[in-house]
């Protein structure tokens, strides 16, 4: 399947997608390089593009992230996130026991990176800084979460809601980290933005 009909299938009908998902056969990289990498790179190469090119604006005050900064950042931020959905996949497998699932770590990966697709696509508004508030709408991904959960670790369908509000709890713990150390990693003097 195209990664074009992948994205499609996953955000428009992910209730028949998942089962799909679940047949197919996949390793870490065949994942990663046919479907994470290129998602991924969405974000840090739109909100390079938004926050150093185009630049924002606060109260009246225009600014631009300096491009050496912007491009630090989107490497960093976009390394961080290949990292934090492989140690997620490794979450959501050694969760999945605790609420009647089966470990598999090639069945938790698929689910760490298709329900993570509407998070990247909509990391397309950070192109332009007034739209970033759109990327909210990648909070479809929690949905996407809670139908892929059961149906690749073989959670009952009873125990759905709880396994994906815990596995949420770890993931929001996580991205708090690694956006923590990216910023430290970006921007060490603490001033992230160019004079206007």
Do not use: H
Not at 6 to 29: F, Q, Y
Not at 165 to 179: D, E, Q, R, S
Not at 180 to 196: D, H, L, M, Q
Request: charged share 10%; with cysteine; aromatic share 10%.
């Amino acid at each position: 399947m195209s990664l074009v009909d992948r994205v499609k299938g996953i955000l428009m009908a992910p209730r028949k997608e998942w089962p799909v998902i679940e047949a197919e056969s996949a390793t870490t990289a065949s994942i990663f390089t046919g479907y994470i990498i290129p998602l991924a790179a969405i974000p840090a190469i739109a909100g390079f593009i938004g926050w150093s090119l185009i630049g924002g604006s606060v109260l009246g005050v225009s600014f631009r992230v300096p491009i050496s900064t912007g491009i630090t950042g989107g490497v960093v931020r976009y390394v961080l996130s290949l990292v934090a959905c492989y140690v997620l996949a490794l979450i959501i497998d050694a969760l999945a026991p605790s609420f009647g699932g089966t470990k598999n770590s090639i069945q938790a990966l698929k689910v760490a990176a298709y329900s993570s697709t509407a998070a990247w696509v909509a990391g397309i508004f950070s192109i332009i800084p007034a739209l970033s508030v759109l990327g909210l709408l990648g909070l479809y991904s929690l949905y996407l979460l809670y139908l892929g959960l059961p149906v690749l670790m073989k959670a009952p369908q009873e125990k759905a809601v709880g396994y994906t509000v815990v596995v949420i709890i770890c993931a929001i713990v996580l991205f708090f980290v690694v956006g923590v150390i990216a910023n430290r990693f970006v921007f060490p003097s603490g001033s992230p933005f160019a004079t206007p």
